[in-house]
């Protein structure tokens, strides 16, 4: 069965830095391009960020970018995203897919507040 597992978030005080991973179970995590939305409270979810299969990576989010840094390591099947200096526009639910896929975590809350 497939399954990711989102873990790392918590709550930090603003200028604070998390690092969230997911970890996938059940598919060839080499052969998917992966991603990171986010969701915040009355808001709609959001792409912030994408690791291709080679390595590259895109993030979509002008308040994120030299914030927000994703990776992957192939070995541990794991998507990582490096959150620094966060802000508490950056409250969520952090979500991870395989793009291409159905296939969904259930979400890291990161909550960033003084």
């Known amino acids: 069965q497939v399954q990711l597992v989102e873990s790392g978030g918590g709550l930090v005080q603003p200028g604070g830095s998390l690092r969230l991973s997911c970890a996938v179970f059940?598919?060839?995590?080499?052969?998917?391009?992966m991603s990171w939305y986010r969701q915040a409270p009355g808001k709609e979810r959001e792409l912030v960020a994408t690791i291709t299969t080679a390595g590259g990576s895109f993030v979509y989010i002008d308040s994120v970018k030299g914030r927000f840094t994703i990776s992957r390591d192939n070995v541990k099947n794991t998507v990582y995203l490096q959150m620094n200096n966060l802000k508490p526009e950056d409250t969520a639910v952090y979500y991870c897919t395989a793009r291409r896929s159905s296939y969904w975590g259930q979400g890291t809350q990161v909550t960033v507040s003084s």
């Open positions: 059940g598919l060839a995590f080499s052969l998917y391009d």
